[in-house]
Protein backbone atom coordinates (compact mmCIF):
# COMPACT_ATOMS: atom_id res chain seq x y z
CA UNK A 1 0.00 0.00 0.00
CA UNK A 2 1.64 3.67 -0.72
CA UNK A 3 2.84 5.84 2.16
CA UNK A 4 -0.08 7.44 3.87
CA UNK A 5 -2.86 6.25 1.06
CA UNK A 6 -6.04 5.22 2.10
CA UNK A 7 -5.13 4.81 5.44
CA UNK A 8 -6.91 4.89 8.83
CA UNK A 9 -6.61 6.73 11.93
CA UNK A 10 -7.06 4.63 15.49
CA UNK A 11 -10.32 4.49 16.64
CA UNK A 12 -10.72 8.01 19.41
CA UNK A 13 -7.07 9.33 19.10
CA UNK A 14 -8.25 12.62 18.32
CA UNK A 15 -6.41 15.74 17.07
CA UNK A 16 -6.41 18.58 19.80
CA UNK A 17 -5.77 22.04 18.90
CA UNK A 18 -2.05 23.73 17.97
CA UNK A 19 -2.04 25.29 21.56
CA UNK A 20 -3.10 21.93 23.24
CA UNK A 21 -0.28 20.01 21.48
CA UNK A 22 2.42 18.05 23.97
CA UNK A 23 5.80 19.78 23.67
CA UNK A 24 7.55 18.10 20.62
CA UNK A 25 10.95 19.32 22.14
CA UNK A 26 13.00 19.24 25.47
CA UNK A 27 13.63 23.01 26.68
CA UNK A 28 17.11 23.91 25.46
CA UNK A 29 19.25 26.58 26.52
CA UNK A 30 19.93 28.91 24.09
CA UNK A 31 23.30 29.54 23.11
CA UNK A 32 23.47 32.15 20.22
CA UNK A 33 21.49 34.62 20.84
CA UNK A 34 21.90 37.44 20.12
CA UNK A 35 21.66 36.83 16.30
CA UNK A 36 24.47 35.57 14.70
CA UNK A 37 25.22 36.14 10.25
CA UNK A 38 26.27 33.51 8.27
CA UNK A 39 30.07 32.92 8.15
CA UNK A 40 30.52 34.63 11.15
CA UNK A 41 32.12 32.83 14.47
CA UNK A 42 29.49 32.03 17.85
CA UNK A 43 31.92 33.95 19.63
CA UNK A 44 32.10 36.97 17.89
CA UNK A 45 29.67 38.75 19.96
CA UNK A 46 31.17 39.77 23.39
CA UNK A 47 27.66 39.25 24.90
CA UNK A 48 27.76 35.89 24.37
CA UNK A 49 30.72 34.72 24.93
CA UNK A 50 30.41 32.68 27.93
CA UNK A 51 27.19 31.14 26.75
CA UNK A 52 28.92 30.63 23.42
CA UNK A 53 31.95 28.75 25.49
CA UNK A 54 29.67 27.01 28.00
CA UNK A 55 27.86 25.45 24.58
CA UNK A 56 30.96 24.08 23.08
CA UNK A 57 31.91 22.13 25.89
CA UNK A 58 28.48 21.10 26.17
CA UNK A 59 28.26 20.21 22.37
CA UNK A 60 31.70 18.75 22.38
CA UNK A 61 30.31 15.92 24.90
CA UNK A 62 26.96 15.63 23.03
CA UNK A 63 29.18 15.08 19.86
CA UNK A 64 32.06 12.90 21.18
CA UNK A 65 28.94 10.42 22.15
CA UNK A 66 26.85 10.52 19.11
CA UNK A 67 30.40 9.13 17.62
CA UNK A 68 31.35 6.66 19.95
CA UNK A 69 27.19 5.74 18.96
CA UNK A 70 28.14 5.95 15.08
CA UNK A 71 31.46 4.07 15.53
CA UNK A 72 29.46 1.16 17.41
CA UNK A 73 26.22 1.01 14.97
CA UNK A 74 28.77 0.21 11.79
CA UNK A 75 30.67 -1.97 13.64
CA UNK A 76 30.21 -5.90 13.11
CA UNK A 77 29.78 -7.24 16.37
CA UNK A 78 27.15 -8.87 17.23
CA UNK A 79 25.22 -6.30 19.88
CA UNK A 80 25.46 -3.83 17.03
CA UNK A 81 22.46 -1.59 16.86
CA UNK A 82 20.80 0.15 13.47
CA UNK A 83 21.05 3.41 12.54
CA UNK A 84 17.36 3.89 13.28
CA UNK A 85 17.85 2.35 17.12
CA UNK A 86 20.79 4.63 17.67
CA UNK A 87 18.82 7.93 16.37
CA UNK A 88 15.82 6.87 18.42
CA UNK A 89 18.16 6.73 21.25
CA UNK A 90 20.06 9.95 20.57
CA UNK A 91 16.80 11.29 20.08
CA UNK A 92 14.87 10.57 22.89
CA UNK A 93 12.45 7.68 23.88
CA UNK A 94 10.44 9.52 25.85
CA UNK A 95 9.77 12.33 22.79
CA UNK A 96 6.24 12.49 22.01
CA UNK A 97 5.15 12.20 18.42
CA UNK A 98 2.79 15.45 17.91
CA UNK A 99 0.12 14.10 15.36
CA UNK A 100 -1.03 16.79 13.10
CA UNK A 101 -3.09 15.39 10.37
CA UNK A 102 -6.49 16.82 11.15
CA UNK A 103 -5.12 20.71 10.85
CA UNK A 104 -5.60 22.53 8.01
CA UNK A 105 -2.03 23.48 6.35
CA UNK A 106 -3.32 26.23 4.80
CA UNK A 107 -4.96 27.74 7.80
CA UNK A 108 -2.02 30.93 9.06
CA UNK A 109 -1.30 29.46 13.21
CA UNK A 110 1.53 30.10 15.22
CA UNK A 111 2.83 27.48 17.53
CA UNK A 112 1.64 27.59 20.85
CA UNK A 113 2.74 30.55 23.55
CA UNK A 114 4.83 27.40 25.76
CA UNK A 115 7.03 27.16 22.93
CA UNK A 116 9.13 30.20 23.83
CA UNK A 117 12.20 29.48 21.50
CA UNK A 118 10.13 29.06 18.65
CA UNK A 119 8.50 32.37 19.25
CA UNK A 120 11.54 33.81 20.19
CA UNK A 121 13.39 32.80 17.06
CA UNK A 122 10.58 34.44 15.28
CA UNK A 123 10.64 37.99 16.72
CA UNK A 124 14.60 37.71 16.19
CA UNK A 125 13.60 36.92 12.89
CA UNK A 126 11.45 40.16 12.21
CA UNK A 127 14.30 42.24 13.38
CA UNK A 128 16.58 41.01 10.80
CA UNK A 129 13.97 41.89 8.28
CA UNK A 130 13.14 45.42 9.15
CA UNK A 131 16.86 45.97 9.62
CA UNK A 132 17.75 44.76 6.51
CA UNK A 133 14.90 47.11 4.82
CA UNK A 134 16.47 49.87 7.00
CA UNK A 135 19.34 49.36 5.34
CA UNK A 136 21.13 51.26 2.30
CA UNK A 137 21.11 48.60 -0.90
CA UNK A 138 23.94 48.33 -3.48
CA UNK A 139 23.45 50.07 -6.37
CA UNK A 140 26.42 49.31 -8.34
CA UNK A 141 26.15 48.82 -11.92
CA UNK A 142 26.55 44.66 -11.67
CA UNK A 143 24.43 44.01 -8.86
CA UNK A 144 22.41 41.03 -8.11
CA UNK A 145 19.21 40.03 -6.81
CA UNK A 146 19.36 39.72 -2.74
CA UNK A 147 18.34 36.59 -1.80
CA UNK A 148 15.38 35.58 0.98
CA UNK A 149 15.94 31.78 1.97
CA UNK A 150 12.11 30.87 3.48
CA UNK A 151 12.32 27.51 5.07
CA UNK A 152 12.34 25.11 8.36
CA UNK A 153 15.58 23.44 9.96
CA UNK A 154 17.24 22.15 6.84
CA UNK A 155 17.05 26.26 6.14
CA UNK A 156 17.96 27.28 9.36
CA UNK A 157 20.20 24.87 9.34
CA UNK A 158 22.53 27.40 6.94
CA UNK A 159 23.06 29.48 10.25
CA UNK A 160 24.42 26.53 12.11
CA UNK A 161 21.10 26.27 14.68
CA UNK A 162 18.40 24.96 15.30
CA UNK A 163 15.76 26.90 17.21
CA UNK A 164 18.08 29.56 17.45
CA UNK A 165 20.31 26.81 19.25
CA UNK A 166 23.36 24.27 18.64
CA UNK A 167 21.71 21.77 17.41
CA UNK A 168 21.22 18.47 19.65
CA UNK A 169 23.14 15.41 19.15
CA UNK A 170 20.69 14.00 17.20
CA UNK A 171 21.99 16.00 14.53
CA UNK A 172 25.17 13.86 14.74
CA UNK A 173 27.28 16.87 13.62
CA UNK A 174 31.01 17.39 14.52
CA UNK A 175 32.81 19.41 16.69
CA UNK A 176 32.94 22.91 14.79
CA UNK A 177 29.72 21.70 12.27
CA UNK A 178 27.85 25.02 12.65
CA UNK A 179 30.94 27.36 11.95
CA UNK A 180 31.93 25.11 8.56
CA UNK A 181 28.04 25.52 7.17
CA UNK A 182 28.24 29.24 7.97
CA UNK A 183 31.23 29.14 6.02
CA UNK A 184 29.84 27.51 3.15
CA UNK A 185 27.14 29.77 3.50
CA UNK A 186 29.23 32.65 3.37
CA UNK A 187 31.69 31.41 0.09
CA UNK A 188 28.44 29.99 -1.53
CA UNK A 189 25.95 33.26 -1.14
CA UNK A 190 27.66 35.66 1.49
CA UNK A 191 29.80 37.72 2.13
CA UNK A 192 32.52 35.85 0.41
CA UNK A 193 31.21 35.14 -2.78
CA UNK A 194 30.72 37.01 -5.72
CA UNK A 195 26.91 37.44 -5.46
CA UNK A 196 27.27 38.56 -2.25
CA UNK A 197 29.76 41.08 -3.01
CA UNK A 198 27.24 42.35 -5.74
CA UNK A 199 24.02 41.62 -4.22
CA UNK A 200 21.54 44.56 -3.57
CA UNK A 201 21.29 43.42 -0.01
CA UNK A 202 22.83 40.42 2.26
CA UNK A 203 20.96 37.40 2.26
CA UNK A 204 18.17 36.87 4.44
CA UNK A 205 18.08 33.33 6.10
CA UNK A 206 14.56 33.19 7.94
CA UNK A 207 14.15 29.22 8.83
CA UNK A 208 12.75 27.69 12.01
CA UNK A 209 13.16 24.14 12.91
CA UNK A 210 10.29 21.91 12.65
CA UNK A 211 7.88 24.43 10.78
CA UNK A 212 4.57 23.35 8.87
CA UNK A 213 3.07 25.19 6.45
CA UNK A 214 0.48 26.70 8.25
CA UNK A 215 2.85 28.55 10.61
CA UNK A 216 5.18 28.80 7.89
CA UNK A 217 2.58 31.16 6.15
CA UNK A 218 1.71 32.76 9.86
CA UNK A 219 5.71 33.94 10.29
CA UNK A 220 5.43 35.47 6.77
CA UNK A 221 2.54 37.54 7.07
CA UNK A 222 3.26 38.50 10.52
CA UNK A 223 6.74 40.14 9.69
CA UNK A 224 8.91 37.65 8.03
CA UNK A 225 8.67 39.31 4.79
CA UNK A 226 10.69 42.54 3.72
CA UNK A 227 9.24 45.23 2.13
CA UNK A 228 11.79 47.59 1.21
CA UNK A 229 12.29 48.94 -2.46
CA UNK A 230 15.78 48.32 -3.37
CA UNK A 231 16.15 49.72 -6.84
CA UNK A 232 16.07 53.94 -7.52
CA UNK A 233 14.13 54.42 -10.57
CA UNK A 234 17.44 55.87 -11.88
CA UNK A 235 18.35 52.18 -11.54
CA UNK A 236 15.12 50.54 -12.60
CA UNK A 237 14.03 50.35 -16.69
CA UNK A 238 10.39 50.77 -18.21
CA UNK A 239 8.23 47.18 -18.03
CA UNK A 240 7.49 47.99 -21.38
CA UNK A 241 10.92 49.20 -22.78
CA UNK A 242 11.90 45.35 -24.41
CA UNK A 243 9.31 43.12 -24.21
CA UNK A 244 11.36 40.59 -25.50
CA UNK A 245 13.40 39.87 -22.45
CA UNK A 246 12.69 39.02 -19.20
CA UNK A 247 13.06 41.95 -17.07
CA UNK A 248 16.15 41.21 -15.02
CA UNK A 249 17.15 44.51 -14.74
CA UNK A 250 14.53 44.80 -12.13
CA UNK A 251 14.57 41.95 -10.17
CA UNK A 252 15.05 43.07 -6.68
CA UNK A 253 14.94 39.73 -4.80
CA UNK A 254 14.59 35.90 -5.23
CA UNK A 255 12.79 34.05 -3.02
CA UNK A 256 14.15 30.39 -2.57
CA UNK A 257 11.67 28.05 -0.21
CA UNK A 258 12.01 24.39 1.21
CA UNK A 259 9.14 23.56 2.83
CA UNK A 260 6.91 20.70 3.58
CA UNK A 261 8.25 17.79 5.04
CA UNK A 262 7.09 18.47 8.48
CA UNK A 263 3.64 18.02 7.70
CA UNK A 264 4.34 14.56 6.26
CA UNK A 265 6.58 14.22 9.50
CA UNK A 266 3.55 15.40 11.66
CA UNK A 267 0.99 12.42 10.01
CA UNK A 268 -0.42 14.63 7.47
CA UNK A 269 -1.13 12.97 4.23
CA UNK A 270 0.24 14.00 0.88
CA UNK A 271 -2.88 15.64 -0.41
CA UNK A 272 -3.33 18.29 2.57
CA UNK A 273 0.56 18.38 2.75
CA UNK A 274 0.66 19.58 -0.97
CA UNK A 275 -2.57 21.98 -0.15
CA UNK A 276 -0.06 23.85 2.66
CA UNK A 277 3.10 23.70 -0.01
CA UNK A 278 0.68 25.72 -2.57
CA UNK A 279 -0.52 28.20 -0.04
CA UNK A 280 3.09 28.64 1.08
CA UNK A 281 4.22 29.64 -1.90
CA UNK A 282 1.50 31.53 -2.88
CA UNK A 283 1.79 33.49 -0.02
CA UNK A 284 4.92 35.22 -0.82
CA UNK A 285 4.02 35.35 -4.23
CA UNK A 286 1.19 37.22 -3.45
CA UNK A 287 3.20 39.54 -0.90
CA UNK A 288 5.42 40.55 -3.54
CA UNK A 289 2.58 41.50 -5.94
CA UNK A 290 1.21 43.74 -3.19
CA UNK A 291 4.12 45.22 -2.26
CA UNK A 292 6.29 45.33 -5.72
CA UNK A 293 3.21 45.04 -8.10
CA UNK A 294 5.72 46.62 -10.86
CA UNK A 295 8.52 44.16 -10.03
CA UNK A 296 9.34 40.71 -11.75
CA UNK A 297 8.97 37.90 -9.15
CA UNK A 298 11.55 35.29 -8.93
CA UNK A 299 11.58 31.98 -6.72
CA UNK A 300 13.11 28.53 -6.27
CA UNK A 301 10.81 26.28 -4.90
CA UNK A 302 12.78 23.20 -3.84
CA UNK A 303 11.35 19.44 -4.04
CA UNK A 304 11.03 17.76 -0.55
CA UNK A 305 14.64 16.47 -0.01
CA UNK A 306 15.10 12.65 0.69
CA UNK A 307 14.55 11.33 4.32
CA UNK A 308 15.90 8.28 5.69
CA UNK A 309 14.90 8.71 9.33
CA UNK A 310 12.56 5.72 9.27
CA UNK A 311 12.21 5.54 12.93
CA UNK A 312 9.95 8.96 12.87
CA UNK A 313 7.90 7.07 10.42
CA UNK A 314 7.13 3.72 12.82
CA UNK A 315 6.69 6.38 16.07
CA UNK A 316 3.39 7.96 13.79
CA UNK A 317 1.52 4.55 14.52
CA UNK A 318 -0.50 5.38 16.02
CA UNK A 319 -2.72 7.05 15.39
CA UNK A 320 -1.44 6.84 11.74
CA UNK A 321 -0.51 3.55 10.97
CA UNK A 322 -0.37 1.44 7.61
CA UNK A 323 -3.01 -1.10 9.35
CA UNK A 324 -5.02 0.49 12.01
CA UNK A 325 -6.40 -3.27 13.08
CA UNK A 326 -2.87 -4.84 13.89
CA UNK A 327 -0.51 -0.93 14.80
CA UNK A 328 1.36 -2.03 11.92
CA UNK A 329 3.24 1.20 11.15
CA UNK A 330 4.29 2.81 8.12
CA UNK A 331 8.27 2.20 7.57
CA UNK A 332 9.87 4.48 5.86
CA UNK A 333 8.50 8.53 4.50
CA UNK A 334 10.23 8.31 1.01
CA UNK A 335 6.66 7.00 -0.75
CA UNK A 336 4.94 9.90 0.79
CA UNK A 337 7.80 12.48 -0.47
CA UNK A 338 7.58 11.01 -4.01
CA UNK A 339 4.18 11.32 -4.25
CA UNK A 340 4.37 14.90 -3.17
CA UNK A 341 7.31 15.82 -5.42
CA UNK A 342 5.65 14.16 -8.13
CA UNK A 343 2.60 16.71 -8.17
CA UNK A 344 5.03 19.78 -7.64
CA UNK A 345 5.63 20.69 -11.34
CA UNK A 346 1.94 20.91 -12.04
CA UNK A 347 1.78 22.78 -8.77
CA UNK A 348 3.68 25.55 -9.90
CA UNK A 349 2.43 26.18 -13.74
CA UNK A 350 -0.97 27.22 -11.89
CA UNK A 351 1.70 29.70 -9.96
CA UNK A 352 3.41 30.48 -13.25
CA UNK A 353 -0.21 30.96 -15.07
CA UNK A 354 -1.42 32.90 -12.03
CA UNK A 355 1.54 35.19 -11.62
CA UNK A 356 2.56 36.33 -15.03
CA UNK A 357 5.38 38.98 -13.92
CA UNK A 358 7.55 35.76 -12.40
CA UNK A 359 10.01 33.46 -13.10
CA UNK A 360 9.91 30.12 -10.88
CA UNK A 361 11.93 27.62 -11.11
CA UNK A 362 11.54 23.57 -9.64
CA UNK A 363 14.88 21.98 -8.09
CA UNK A 364 14.19 18.06 -8.37
CA UNK A 365 16.16 15.52 -7.23
CA UNK A 366 15.81 13.48 -10.24
CA UNK A 367 18.20 12.69 -12.23
CA UNK A 368 17.06 13.19 -16.00
CA UNK A 369 18.57 16.23 -18.33
CA UNK A 370 16.71 19.46 -17.77
CA UNK A 371 14.23 20.36 -20.37
CA UNK A 372 13.36 23.95 -21.88
CA UNK A 373 9.39 24.04 -22.02
CA UNK A 374 7.97 26.37 -19.35
CA UNK A 375 6.79 30.07 -20.63
CA UNK A 376 6.61 33.57 -18.91
CA UNK A 377 4.58 36.55 -20.14
CA UNK A 378 6.31 39.85 -20.34
CA UNK A 379 4.29 41.89 -22.43
CA UNK A 380 2.79 40.37 -24.74
CA UNK A 381 5.70 38.31 -25.82
CA UNK A 382 6.01 34.89 -24.29
CA UNK A 383 9.76 33.39 -23.35
CA UNK A 384 10.86 29.78 -22.70
CA UNK A 385 12.92 28.65 -19.87
CA UNK A 386 13.94 25.79 -17.79
CA UNK A 387 11.28 25.33 -15.11
CA UNK A 388 12.81 22.37 -13.80
CA UNK A 389 16.33 21.54 -12.40
CA UNK A 390 17.06 18.05 -12.00
CA UNK A 391 19.92 17.84 -9.66
CA UNK A 392 20.09 14.32 -9.01
CA UNK A 393 23.37 13.49 -6.26
CA UNK A 394 23.00 17.49 -5.68
CA UNK A 395 19.37 16.78 -4.16
CA UNK A 396 21.17 13.49 -2.09
CA UNK A 397 19.64 11.58 -4.27
CA UNK A 398 21.79 8.57 -3.46
CA UNK A 399 20.95 4.70 -3.90
CA UNK A 400 24.12 4.12 -1.39
CA UNK A 401 22.33 4.79 1.79
CA UNK A 402 26.04 5.11 3.32
CA UNK A 403 26.81 7.54 0.95
CA UNK A 404 23.52 9.53 2.16
CA UNK A 405 24.87 9.15 5.46
CA UNK A 406 28.27 11.30 4.78
CA UNK A 407 26.11 14.06 3.68
CA UNK A 408 23.45 14.02 6.02
CA UNK A 409 24.51 11.92 9.08
CA UNK A 410 21.13 11.69 10.78
CA UNK A 411 19.73 10.94 7.08
CA UNK A 412 17.00 14.16 7.27
CA UNK A 413 19.47 17.72 7.74
CA UNK A 414 23.04 18.34 5.69
CA UNK A 415 26.13 18.58 7.62
CA UNK A 416 29.02 21.17 6.18
CA UNK A 417 29.42 18.50 3.46
CA UNK A 418 25.47 18.27 2.66
CA UNK A 419 25.35 21.95 2.27
CA UNK A 420 28.49 22.27 0.01
CA UNK A 421 26.61 19.62 -1.85
CA UNK A 422 23.41 21.09 -2.32
CA UNK A 423 24.66 24.67 -2.31
CA UNK A 424 25.57 23.70 -6.30
CA UNK A 425 22.07 22.72 -7.00
CA UNK A 426 20.85 26.21 -5.69
CA UNK A 427 23.61 27.79 -8.02
CA UNK A 428 22.06 25.91 -11.13
CA UNK A 429 18.82 27.57 -10.07
CA UNK A 430 20.29 31.04 -9.88
CA UNK A 431 21.55 30.71 -13.27
CA UNK A 432 18.61 29.89 -14.94
CA UNK A 433 16.56 32.87 -13.16
CA UNK A 434 19.49 35.33 -14.17
CA UNK A 435 19.83 34.01 -17.73
CA UNK A 436 18.23 36.71 -20.38
Known amino acids: MPMFENTKIVANATSPSPSALPRRRRKQVSLLLPPIK?????????????????GRLRYAAIASFALALLLFAKSGTKNEKSHDEMMETLTGSSRPFQYIGDLDPSEPQPWPEEEEDWHALHETLVKRVEESDESSSNQANDYLPQLVFYGDSITEGWNGTSFGNLPGQHRMWTIGEDE????????????????????????????????????????????EFPTSSLLDKAGATDNNSDDDVFPIEQLERIYILLMGTNNLGGG????????????????ILQLHEKHFPNTPAAMLFSELLPRKDDFRAVKMCPPRCKNVETLEPFQSFMPAIKKVNRALPNLLDGWR????????????????????????????????????????????????????????????????????????????????IMSR
Not at 269 to 277: A, D, F, I
Open 38 to 54: AGQSLNDSSSGFLLCTA
Open 268 to 283: MLPEPTLKGMDAAGRT
Open 353 to 432: EDFKNSRIILLSANNEASEVDATEQSGNTIHSYTPVINCGREMFAFDDINELDVYMPDRLHPNAKGYKLWSRCLKKGLDV
Open 180 to 223: SIRDVFANAFGDKSDWGERALKPPLVLGISGSRTYDFIWRVVNG
